[in-house]
């Protein structure tokens, strides 16, 4: 029985390969372009206030905007929300803007939002997450003051640490 499990674990994991094509620079987007960490910005992540209306990335021009891929069922994601609640006061008096981004319906997000007393803004995005580069959870973005990606990482982090504080503040390349 464990030599069955053997075998088709393995099989999945070629199968998964075989579908990847191994460019680390971009994914295919539905027109069959690909989409370079260059070529992110805030107005590609189609963020939306969980009223249902478009977050305005205009009022964040001239602001440092982290924004961190989460979802209610991520263990790791839930995990990290207490150290990014941190950051956002130790940073309260930087321009930063601290985002936690999920992709799952609004009304999941609102309760999870309404359970909790974060302070950072909870947000929705409506993006391909695969278009991202995001496959897997967490997922945080950092974008410098004129709007561009610097800094993208996945996995959970503590973000209240000196060392990514220093991050936050100081990231000017990808």
């Known amino acids: 029985m464990m030599r069955v499990i ?3 674990l393995v099989c999945a994991v070629f199968m998964l390969a075989a579908c990847s094509d191994g460019n680390k620079s971009g994914t295919a987007t539905s027109s069959g372009q690909k989409l370079a960490a260059k070529d992110i910005s805030l107005a590609t992540l189609k963020l939306r ?3 249902g209306s478009e977050l ?3 009022t964040l021009a001239g602001k440092r905007v982290f924004v961190n891929f989460w979802a209610t069922w991520c263990k790791p994601c ?3 929300m207490p150290s990014i609640e941190r950051a956002t006061e130790l940073l309260a008096a930087k321009n930063v803007v601290m985002l ?3 992709d799952e319906k609004l009304d999941r997000i609102s309760k999870f939002k309404d359970k909790n007393s974060y302070s950072f803004n909870i947000v929705a995005t409506e993006a391909d997450l695969g278009v ?3 496959f897997a959870l967490p997922t ?3 974008f410098d ?3 561009k990606l610097v800094f993208k990482e996945t996995g959970a982090r503590e973000w209240d640490s000196p060392e990514s504080i220093k991050l936050i503040n100081e990231t000017n390349k990808l």
Do not use: C, K, M, R
């Open 140 to 142: 945080t973005f950092i």
């Open 132 to 134: 991202l580069e995001i």
């Open 49 to 51: 206030n969980l009223d």
């Open 6 to 8: 053997h075998i088709v």
């Open 100 to 102: 936690a981004a999920s």
């Open 145 to 147: 003051e004129q709007g």
């Open 78 to 80: 839930l995990a990290e």
């Open 56 to 58: 305005d990335v205009t």
